[in-house]
């Protein structure tokens, strides 16, 4: 018994096949409006790829606004160092410790009284100091390390505000005059005495 043939019937031209079926045309509309929106959200809020957002000479961006905000106070990112730094010897009070480490509160050596001077207080962070010192009629026998790895900026915002805390009022410390300073002092590396200091003349920052 012959088996009939078998008919094909292939799709007509234009009609879809089986199984791919194009995308509906809402689809497309939907992916033009997003890439779009994406576009438009990308320029308008990339504040992060401004050339000003990276170089610390320039103010700061808020996300894209182009809104420039002030720079930190001094004396903000001073107590910051202090704290992380300073704060173990000298105490948050700036009091220090009895027979240990001298009070920062009216003390000659940081309000630049007397024989001191502001060149004194920079050099001593700077360099250090060791040996014997007299602190508001205390004499006090230890060390003090250098601070030269926080550079110029972070020693003059340091000292700025142990100037104009807890009730000192001394003119802030630039930066300028820490780093000009730093070029005197030269490769120096050991410490400073306060016999060494008190030979040299009393500066302030002109």
């Known amino acids: 018994m012959e088996r009939e043939p078998t008919t094909v019937t292939h799709p007509k031209a234009g009609e879809p096949e089986s199984g791919r079926a194009p995308a509906p045309s809402w689809f497309w509309v939907l992916m033009v409006v997003a890439v779009a929106w994406a576009a438009f959200y990308v320029a308008f809020n990339s504040g992060g790829f401004q050339a000003g957002v990276f ?21 903000e990112i001073g107590r910051r160092v202090f704290t992380k730094n300073c704060v173990v010897c000298h105490q948050s ?45 205390v004499n006090y026998n230890g060390a003090m390390p250098t601070w030269k790895q926080l550079g110029a900026d972070q020693i003059a915002a340091v000292l700025t505000y142990i100037r104009s805390e807890w009730g000192n009022a001394a003119p802030p410390i630039s930066a300028e005059y820490v780093a000009s300073l730093m070029e005197q002092v030269g490769n120096r590396t050991e410490p400073w005495s306060q016999k060494e200091l008190q030979a040299i003349p009393k500066e302030s920052p002109k």
Do not use: T
Not at 55 to 75: F, I, L, Y
Not at 104 to 124: A, F, K, T
Not at 126 to 137: A, D, R, S, T, Y
């Open 55 to 75: 170089n610390p000479q320039q103010v700061s961006w808020v996300g894209g606004s182009g809104v420039a905000v002030a720079p930190p106070d001094p004396r």
């Open 93 to 137: 009070s700036g009091e220090g410790v009895a027979g240990q480490f001298p009070s920062l509160v009216g003390s000659p050596w940081v309000l630049s009284s007397e024989w001191h001077g502001e060149n004194h207080l920079v050099r001593i962070l700077i360099n250090g100091l060791q040996g014997p010192v007299e602190v508001k009629g």
